[in-house]
């Protein structure tokens, strides 16, 4: 098994920046896919990008391609999620998830372990 634990939202004005992190307990950390999702009150959770177990293969949703970036570092079994630009329509609460068959990468009901989730408010 393994616990995730995320933190770094917050309060952002729009067009600025946030970094979540997101740290998993385990020494197996780097067999997992990792995955950021997002739920908005109200909304069904969001697909937002995924990684592979090695950070070699990642794959963004087209809301957030090309202003969010996800990075993992296996040594301190953390993935990161980097938000560039951001706009009012990216407030939600972000979680991260891990996944051991990474073809599910953008189904959140294959994810097996999630993190408590770290709030992200964009004011405009």
């Known amino acids: 098994q393994v616990q995730l634990v995320e933190s770094g939202g917050g309060l952002v004005q729009a067009g600025g920046s946030l970094r979540v992190s997101c740290v998993a307990s385990?020494?197996?950390?780097?067999?997992?896919?990792m995955g950021w999702f997002r739920q908005a009150p109200g909304k069904e959770r969001e697909f937002v990008g995924a990684?592979?177990?090695?950070?070699?293969?990642?794959y963004y949703s087209d809301s957030v391609k090309g202003r969010f970036t996800i990075s993992r570092d296996n040594a301190k079994n953390t993935v990161y999620l980097q938000m560039n630009s951001l706009k009012p329509e990216d407030t939600a609460v972000y979680y991260c998830g891990a996944l051991n068959n990474f073809y599910y990468y953008s189904d959140y009901e294959k994810y097996p372990y999630w993190g408590q989730g770290t709030q992200v408010t964009v004011s405009s």
């Open positions: 385990g020494r197996t950390f780097s067999s997992y896919g």
């Open positions: 990684t592979a177990r090695d950070g070699s293969i990642t």
